[in-house]
Structures are given as structure tokens and as C-alpha cells.
């Protein structure tokens, strides 16, 4: 009896019905699942960005605490990772790893003191890397009303 089920299993073949069959329930299948998690990485690119210029936010408070002003617009957030202007009362990295990421768009962020909204302006420009934008292209801030970070004020 066991030899006639290994021939049954040994000889069964599929045939190309079969595999279109189960070929086109495996699309299906991803193509109503796939609007779903792009949906969620978009929302989760926004909020990574929005937590990193919150940790932007603080490194640049605990700066200014240890050193008595912002960093100037040209100098950046470098400053907070390495002591460029050899500052004695620098007591960094104010960052963990003392490394400045980029957007989770791989863009820079900008960085500006005196900032319009606040002490400065923390801004990721989104997707699309230009000013402005909606949905996954807009700008995320850190004067946003979206109880996001404190906006440089101190």
C-alpha cells in the first residue's frame, strides 16, 4: 500500500490550469493588499520625520543650554555631533549616534536661525524635496500646529 501512494505523489504533476489558477489568485491577492501598505508606509515616513525634527528639537535645546544661543543657520546642525567652532562650553554629541540624518526621503533637513516661526525652523520638505506639497510631498515642521515639537522656543 505504501509503495502505490509514493508512485501517486512521485507521478501527480501540475497541470498549467493549476498553476495560471493559483497564479492569478496570488494577484489578486496583492493587488488588494498592496494600497493597504503603501498607505502605512507613506504615514509612517511622515511620522519618522516628524520624530526625528522632535529630537532635532531637543539636541538644539540642550545645545543652547551648554552654550548660551542656537547654532546659526550657517553652521547647522552639525554643531550638535562636532565641535566645529571648537566652542569650550560645547558638552556633545548632543545626538545618539553622533551622526545627522537624513529625511526619511533621504533629503537633508533644513535648518534656519532665526527661524520665522520660532527661535529656528526645523523643516523636512517631503517627498518631492521642494517647499510645499500635499500628502506625502508636504512639508513636515516643527512649528506645525499638530502638537509636534516645541518650535525652537525657549
Sequence with gaps: MKSKQNRFFRNRHFTLIEIVVVVVIIILL???AA???LKHLRTAKRATA???IEMFDQALIS???DVGSFPA???GLQLLVENVNQNEKWDGPYLKPAVIPKDPWGNDYVYVCPG???DFDLISYGADGVEGGEGENADVTNYQKSGS???GSL
Design 50 to 52: 516628524q520624530a526625528q
Design 73 to 75: 543657520t550657517e553652521d
Design 149 to 151: 515639537a516645541s518650535g
Design 30 to 32: 496583492a493587488s488588494l
Design 35 to 37: 494600497p493597504q501598505v
Design 63 to 65: 545645545y543652547k543650554i
Design 116 to 118: 520665522e516661526h520660532g
